[in-house]
């Protein structure tokens, strides 16, 4: 082909492409303006937040679009295989029009990143790149403002414990409501003691590292020392070697705090099985020989409950139960005679010894409780005004209980 030839089909193909983009985008889009690139506030060193200006063309009401949308391409370097520097590029984000910020969270406190930001228009024309304020590198921020509120909160509820433990230490009585269930167990032992048959104490089926199976040994220690003093059989089958070994110990010093170490009985406190169903045959086959008079059954239960429960029930035994398992609370409140429900089990303790720093972290606790209740309401009221009023001022009280009290 000659030159003329060349110079001909050239001009064709221009004036093919002019005919076929929209008459708005052959013409240049112009570029947004001041990129800046800087650390994202309030975050662990992973982000960084990149601003600009709009572009003139990016008019708000204008119809049709000249800019529909912002490209945010990021560059950094790293080393090649042949130990040079190399730039590797990618596009991080695709903005609306109108929007002048981006945040990139997957930023690496050991790299430096440059940010460049263009218009995009109809026919994915583009405008000229604007690149940013020079190589930026994250960093940790080690504080977040943004959770100013809940460190608040965690004040309040640490300080409620110290001041409500140091009031108990100086004198100051301490309330706490009756629980039928606790004060049930010296007239279960003594009925035990009556009718001659030993009392039974079942700590859960799972390890001592459960909160719920400490606070079971916890009442434990009361049901022995009532035992001791009454010279009644205690009889403690485990399914956890560390459970026997801790119960062990507990009633032994509850026998020598009732002045009776003689009535300590090492062999009654013993591991039957860890397998759920072996340990429950077990116990329910012991309570259908021996007919204890008493049983306990205070800590973590899962499908075992109501068989142990509905056998107790069947011998005619006096029962307590106490677990934080709420899918098992309904079999024990159906067929036990007492049941401590949830949080009087981890209450029982403050509650049978009486001992003022246990007192005063009870009060303390409840205090935060009653702060948790306060804020569920407000929440729940700003929400629904927010519904059904709207506002910037509600929206933005929601926004801080969401990210700043809740997280």
Request: proline fraction near 5%; include cysteine.
């Amino acid at each position: 082909m000659t030159i003329a030839g060349k110079g001909i089909g050239l001009a064709i193909g221009l004036l093919a492409c002019a005919w076929g983009l929209p008459a708005e985008a052959q013409e240049m889009l112009a570029p947004p303006s001041e990129v800046v690139v800087a650390d994202a506030p309030n975050d662990a060193g992973n982000g960084l937040r990149i601003t600009w200006q709009l572009s003139p063309d990016d008019v708000a009401d204008a119809d049709p679009r000249r800019v529909l949308k912002y490209e945010v391409i990021r560059r950094w370097t790293e080393p090649a295989a042949d130990g040079a520097e190399g730039e590797l590029q990618e596009r991080r984000s695709l903005t609306a029009f109108g929007e002048t910020v981006y945040l990139d969270p997957d930023c690496s406190t050991k790299q430096d990143y440059q940010y460049a930001v263009r218009a995009i228009g109809p026919g994915n024309s583009a405008s000229a790149e604007v690149v940013g304020s020079g190589a930026t590198r994250p960093v940790v921020n080690w504080f977040d403002f943004g959770r100013t509120g809940f460190l608040g909160i965690l004040l309040f509820v640490c300080g409620a414990v110290v001041v409500c433990t140091e009031l108990a230490r100086r004198g100051k009585p301490i309330y706490v409501r009756p629980i039928a269930g606790l004060q049930a167990l010296e007239e279960a032992v003594g009925r035990s003691t009556e009718m001659g048959r030993p009392v039974l104490f079942v700590p859960g089926i799972v390890d001592i590292n459960e909160i719920e199976t400490v606070a079971g040994l916890t009442v434990l220690s009361t049901v022995a020392r009532t035992a001791a003093e009454y010279d009644t059989q205690l009889e403690v089958p485990t399914s956890r070697t560390l459970v026997m070994t801790s119960a062990r110990e507990i009633a032994e010093a509850a026998a020598l705090a009732a002045g009776r170490p003689e009535a300590y009985a090492e062999d009654h406190i013993y591991y039957v099985t860890d397998e759920q169903f072996g340990y429950v045959a077990y116990v329910c086959g012991w309570m259908q020989r021996e007919k204890p008079a008493a049983c306990f059954y205070l800590g973590k239960f899962f499908a075992e409950s109501l068989l142990l429960a509905e056998t107790g029930n069947s011998i005619g035994a006096i029962q307590v139960a106490g677990t934080a398992e709420a899918s098992q609370m309904p079999f024990f409140v159906a067929a036990c005679d007492y049941t401590l429900i949830g949080e009087e089990l981890f209450a029982a303790s403050a509650y049978l010894s009486g001992e003022p720093h246990q007192l005063g972290i009870l009060r303390g606790q409840d205090l935060g409780k009653i702060l948790a209740a306060a804020l569920l309401l407000i929440g729940s009221g700003l929400v629904t005004a927010q519904a059904v009023v709207g506002g910037d001022g509600l929206t933005a009280a929601v926004e801080f209980l969401k990210r700043g009290i809740l997280g």
